[in-house]
């Protein structure tokens, strides 16, 4: 009796339950396999990259049975040994979500792709505006997690937080102004003066804005001929105030201006 033997599977059952049928090799056992061994198979990123789902970026380093293993991306258990077919491959079906929950409201709508890519985890590009604060100016430039820093939390490691952020500059940025600003209860709003375009420049107007009008001689004096550097407490800052508004206050009674005279 002769006995076929063309083809492995003329001999061996197919260990992946017609999960590779629909290959255009039909699922032939020959084009991962040899003699030598089932495993490792004979198929590479190269094989990978004409599959439905191509290896890109940090998946090109992770092990074929982290991903092809019973009970990933929705593969139930007790079915094949090497799961080839998946219900879906969103990022959620096999990653779990470590943002508790703070980014749901997102997540919910376009999954993690919402801000994932699989380069790294830390790749993250995200439209702002969608949460109500656009990121403006100089903030537009800046790393999600530079606002938005690991947080304690009751159970697990620290991660980034969504939620519970103010909007108001004072608390993310330091006063360098020593509270001179400060309204009510010591609380700066920086915003009378600032914007997010550039802290080194400011929007105030003396004219506008200060008890105390510039004009004639003094609207071409520097600000630094009346606001000079301070020390207290070791920390040099600004003087914007309290600066005396008499002429007698700052050029002293040698120099009293006569009436019609003044700037
Ligand atoms: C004529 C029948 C026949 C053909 C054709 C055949 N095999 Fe086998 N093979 C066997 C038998 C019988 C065994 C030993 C029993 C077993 O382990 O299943 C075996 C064992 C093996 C083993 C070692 C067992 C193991 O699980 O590691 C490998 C690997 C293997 N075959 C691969 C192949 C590959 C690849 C092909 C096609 C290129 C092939 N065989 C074709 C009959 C065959
Ligand atoms: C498109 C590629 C491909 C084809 C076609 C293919 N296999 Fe596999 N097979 C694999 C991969 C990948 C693994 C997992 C190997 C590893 O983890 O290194 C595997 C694993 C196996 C194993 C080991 C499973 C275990 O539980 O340990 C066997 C046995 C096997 N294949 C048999 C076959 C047979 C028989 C055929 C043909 C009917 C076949 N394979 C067709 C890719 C293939
Ligand atoms: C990041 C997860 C991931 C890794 C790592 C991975 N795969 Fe896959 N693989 C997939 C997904 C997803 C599919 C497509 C499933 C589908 O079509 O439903 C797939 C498909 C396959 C298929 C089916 C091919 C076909 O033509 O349909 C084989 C064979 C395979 N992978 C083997 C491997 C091997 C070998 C490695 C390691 C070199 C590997 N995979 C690494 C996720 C992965
Ligand atoms: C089919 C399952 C599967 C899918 C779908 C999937 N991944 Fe993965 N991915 C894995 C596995 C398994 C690993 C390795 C284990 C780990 O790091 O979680 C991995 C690793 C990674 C890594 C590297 C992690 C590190 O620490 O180096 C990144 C980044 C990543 N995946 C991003 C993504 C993103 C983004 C998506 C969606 C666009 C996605 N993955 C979809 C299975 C998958
Ligand atoms: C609204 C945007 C957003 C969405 C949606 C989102 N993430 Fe993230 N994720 C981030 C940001 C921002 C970081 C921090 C990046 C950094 O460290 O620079 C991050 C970090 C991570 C990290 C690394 C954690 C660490 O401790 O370093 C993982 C893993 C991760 N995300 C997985 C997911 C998964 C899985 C989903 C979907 C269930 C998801 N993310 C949805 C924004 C998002
Ligand atoms: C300059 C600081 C800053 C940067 C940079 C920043 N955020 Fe935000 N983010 C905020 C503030 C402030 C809020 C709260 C807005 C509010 O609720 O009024 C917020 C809100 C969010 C929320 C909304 C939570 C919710 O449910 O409403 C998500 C998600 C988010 N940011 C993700 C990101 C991601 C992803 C990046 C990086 C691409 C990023 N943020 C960069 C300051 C920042
Ligand atoms: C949720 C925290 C957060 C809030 C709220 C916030 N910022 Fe920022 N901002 C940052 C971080 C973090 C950076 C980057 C690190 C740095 O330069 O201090 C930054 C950078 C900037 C920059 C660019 C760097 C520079 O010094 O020129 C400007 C300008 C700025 N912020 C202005 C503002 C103004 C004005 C407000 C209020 C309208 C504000 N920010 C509110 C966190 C915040
Ligand atoms: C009443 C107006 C006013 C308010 C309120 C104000 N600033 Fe300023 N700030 C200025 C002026 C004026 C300068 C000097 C730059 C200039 O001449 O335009 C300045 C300069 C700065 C600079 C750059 C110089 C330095 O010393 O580092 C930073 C940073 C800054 N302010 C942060 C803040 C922050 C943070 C707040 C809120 C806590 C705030 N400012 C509130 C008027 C103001
Ligand atoms: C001729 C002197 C003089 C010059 C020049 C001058 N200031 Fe003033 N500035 C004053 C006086 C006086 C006050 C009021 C001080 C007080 O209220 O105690 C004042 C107040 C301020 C305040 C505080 C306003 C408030 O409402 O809290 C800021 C900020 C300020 N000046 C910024 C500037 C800037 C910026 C320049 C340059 C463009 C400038 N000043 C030039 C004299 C001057
Ligand atoms: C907050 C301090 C301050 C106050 C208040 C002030 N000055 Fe001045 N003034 C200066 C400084 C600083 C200069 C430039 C340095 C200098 O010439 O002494 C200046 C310059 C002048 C000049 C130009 C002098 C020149 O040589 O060009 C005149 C005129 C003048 N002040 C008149 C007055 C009069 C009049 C008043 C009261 C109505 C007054 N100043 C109030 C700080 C002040």
Same mark, same amino acid.
């Given at each position: 009796?002769?006995?076929?033997?063309?083809?492995?599977?003329?001999?061996?059952?197919?260990?992946?339950?017609?999960?590779?049928?629909?290959?255009?090799?039909?699922?032939?056992?020959?084009?991962?396999?040899?003699?030598?061994?089932?495993?490792?198979?004979?198929?590479?990123? #190269?094989?990978?990259?004409? @599959?439905?789902?191509?290896?890109?970026?940090?998946?090109?380093?992770?092990?074929?049975?982290?991903?092809?293993?019973?009970?990933?991306?929705?593969?139930?258990?007790?079915?094949?040994?090497?799961?080839?077919?998946?219900?879906?491959?969103?990022?959620?079906?096999?990653?779990?979500?470590?943002?508790?929950? #703070?980014?749901?409201?997102?997540?919910?709508?376009?999954?993690?792709?919402?801000?994932?890519?699989?380069?790294?985890?830390?790749?993250?590009?995200?439209?702002?505006?969608?949460?109500?604060?656009?990121?403006?100016?100089?903030?537009?430039?800046?790393?999600?997690?530079?606002?938005?820093?690991?947080?304690?939390?009751?159970?697990?490691?620290?991660?980034?937080?969504?939620?519970?952020? @103010?909007?108001?500059? #004072?608390?993310?940025?330091?006063?360098?102004?020593?509270?001179?600003?400060?309204?009510?209860?010591?609380?700066?709003?920086?915003?009378?003066?600032?914007?997010?375009?550039?802290?080194?420049?400011?929007?105030?107007?003396?004219?506008?804005?200060?008890?105390?009008?510039?004009?004639?001689?003094?609207?071409?004096?520097?600000?630094?001929?009346?606001?000079?550097?301070?020390?207290?407490?070791?920390?040099?800052?600004?003087?914007?105030?309290?600066?005396?508004?008499?002429?007698?206050?700052?050029?002293?009674?040698?120099?009293?201006?006569? #009436?019609?005279?003044?700037?």
């Amino acid at each position: 009796m002769r006995i076929k033997h063309d083809r492995c599977a003329d001999c061996h059952t197919d260990a992946h339950a017609g999960q590779l049928a629909r290959r255009a090799d039909g699922g032939r056992c020959e084009t991962c396999h040899d003699v030598n061994g089932f495993r490792p198979a004979r198929f590479g990123p #190269e094989d990978h990259a004409k @599959t439905a789902y191509p290896l890109l970026g940090a998946h090109l380093a992770v092990a074929c049975d982290q991903c092809h293993r019973p009970g990933v991306g929705g593969a139930g258990r007790g079915g094949p040994a090497v799961p080839f077919r998946f219900a879906s491959t969103r990022c959620a079906d096999c990653h779990k979500d470590p943002h508790r929950g #703070e980014a749901a409201r997102f997540v919910a709508n376009s999954g993690c792709e919402a801000c994932h890519r699989v380069d790294s985890w830390r790749q993250v590009s995200f439209d702002h505006a969608q949460t109500g604060y656009p990121l403006s100016g100089g903030h537009a430039r800046v790393a999600c997690a530079s606002c938005h820093r690991r947080g304690d939390s009751a159970n697990g490691p620290p991660v980034q937080r969504f939620v519970g952020l @103010t909007r108001a500059c #004072e608390t993310c940025h330091r006063d360098p102004h020593q509270g001179q600003f400060a309204r009510a209860a010591g609380s700066t709003s920086c915003e009378r003066c600032h914007t997010t375009a550039d802290l080194k420049a400011s929007k105030f107007d003396h004219a506008r804005d200060a008890a105390y009008k510039l004009d004639k001689a003094h609207a071409r004096l520097a600000c630094s001929t009346c606001h000079q550097p301070k020390a207290r407490n070791g920390v040099t800052f600004i003087r914007y105030k309290p600066l005396p508004t008499t002429c007698r206050g700052c050029h002293g009674s040698s120099r009293q201006p006569v #009436e019609g005279e003044h700037p």
